[in-house]
């Protein structure tokens, strides 16, 4: 069989009480088997003879000592121990009875917070008063039991509850009420647990242009533009020249070219082809000029004097 030495997973703290009221202590053991446990006034053994009306419990692990009505003879150092046969362990606090009140008051109050998925959260808050009040944790307006998913811890005016693997359906709005015989005090905050789906939107990016680039960017479209339309322009000006046959295609940024001078043929021209020609210096936007036919002589026979 496993055992297990007494460990205190809560100990004892310390309380102010007010006189005439009553006065609790409560710590809470692990131990495998069940501990015996007993309880110390200054190093003196209690019980009901020895301290009338005092109630002692343990039960679920949870130590409790409880006094109904406390006055001043009542102040000391209460201790609990716990023993079992893998060994022992004790904790220890004191007892404050005094005729002064102060209602409960936060020194630290609860923060909202974010939390991924799985993760631990702690929830702290610092609070006093006289009598020491009654601090308790709820969630939505339900009350939070320690338990091995939400614990709460003590320490002196130090109460914390700690969510050991926090999941969505945990968020919510989170708040602690301490009360005492003269007041009560609460403290509120949210609690955000972001699921793994849920994922930080990524920043988008901007691209800013000046009116300076967009004057000039479209004041060089303008330019091409006129350049482009006035291309299309002298290109539909151009033409092609035929001649015989030939494709001849004239620039326009150049001068058509000369045509030299034909030679004068002694045969007459034919018909079709002086029409070829004709069409030809009709379509040239600059006709050849041709040297005219040199026109020749012919001197009459010299008639034969009559005999």
Same mark, same amino acid.
């Given at each position: ?19 005439? &009221? ?242 004068? &043929? ?42």
């Amino acid at each position: 069989m496993t055992t297990k030495a007494p460990t205190f997973t809560q100990p004892l703290q310390s309380v102010v009480a007010l006189e005439g &009221s009553a006065a609790t202590f409560e710590a809470h053991i692990s131990a495998i088997p069940v501990p015996e446990v007993s309880w110390y006034r200054d190093g003196q053994v209690l019980s009901a003879a020895t301290l009338p009306g005092v109630q002692i419990s343990f039960s679920d692990g949870r130590a409790k000592l409880v006094i109904p009505a406390v006055t001043a003879a009542y102040s000391g150092r209460y201790t609990v121990q716990a023993t079992n046969g893998s060994g022992q362990a004790t904790s220890t606090a004191e007892l404050l009875v005094t005729a002064e009140t102060a209602p409960p008051n936060f020194s630290q109050r609860l923060q909202s917070t974010t939390a991924r998925q799985g993760s631990q959260v702690r929830l702290d808050v610092r609070v006093t008063g006289i009598p020491t009040p009654v601090v308790k944790f709820y969630r939505d307006g339900a009350e939070i039991h320690s338990s091995p998913d939400f614990q709460i811890l003590h320490e002196g005016d130090l109460y914390s509850l700690i969510i050991a693997e926090a999941y969505p359906e945990d968020s919510g709005t989170y708040s602690v009420n301490a009360t005492n015989s003269v007041g009560r005090a609460t403290s509120t905050a949210e609690l955000l647990v972001q699921g793994e789906e849920e994922a930080v939107p990524a920043k988008k990016t901007k691209t800013i242009v000046s009116t300076a680039q967009i004057t000039q960017t479209t004041r060089q479209a303008r330019v091409e533009k006129k350049i482009e339309a006035h291309f299309d322009a002298r290109t539909l000006a151009a033409a092609e020249v035929v001649i015989e046959g030939a494709a001849i295609q004239q620039l326009p940024h150049k001068a058509p070219p000369r045509m030299p001078p034909r030679p004068a &043929s002694k045969s007459p021209t034919p018909p079709i082809i002086a029409a070829k020609v004709q069409m030809a210096r009709q379509q040239s936007p600059s006709p050849v000029r041709q040297s005219p036919s040199p026109v020749r002589h012919v001197r009459a026979p010299t008639p034969s004097p009559v005999r």
